[in-house]
C-alpha cells in the first residue's frame, strides 16, 4: 500500500489504537516522507531501520506499548532528522531523541 504513494509527505496515525500491527519497512523507501507520528498506538514490533533511509525531520513513537528494542543507530546520521519522541523504555543514542515520561 505504501510503495505506491511516492509522494507521500507525512503518516500521522496518533492515537489511533484500533490500528494494529509493525510499522512497514517499506516507508524508508519513500523520497518524500518527512514525518511519522505513530505516537499513543498499539504498534509492535521493532523501529525498522530502513525507515531512516528516508528523508525525515520528524519520528513521533512515544506512549506506543508493545514497541520493543531501540533506535537503530541509522537514525542518527540522518541529517534532516530534527526529533525522534521516544517512550522512556526504548534505549535511543541519537542526539535527536526525545524521551517521553
Excluded: H, W
Excluded at 511516492?6 to 490500528?19: G, H, P, Q, Y
Excluded at 508493545?66 to 542518527?76: A, M, N
Aim: aromatic residues 4%; contains cysteine; charged residues 15%.
Amino acid at each position: 500500500m505504501f510503495a505506491k504513494m511516492k509522494n507521500l509527505r507525512e503518516i500521522s496515525l496518533s492515537s489511533c489504537t484500533d490500528m494494529k500491527g509493525s510499522i512497514p519497512s517499506v516507508l524508508g523507501s519513500l523520497t518524500q516522507l518527512e514525518r511519522v507520528r505513530f505516537d499513543s498506538m498499539d504498534i509492535t514490533g521493532t523501529i525498522p531501520s530502513e525507515l531512516a533511509l528516508a528523508p525525515l525531520n520528524l519520528v513521533a513513537l512515544a506512549y506506543t506499548r508493545y514497541l520493543i528494542g531501540s533506535v537503530p543507530t541509522e537514525f542518527c546520521s540522518v541529517p534532516s532528522l530534527e526529533i525522534i519522541s521516544v517512550s522512556s523504555r526504548i534505549p535511543c543514542s541519537c542526539s535527536t531523541c526525545v524521551i517521553a515520561p
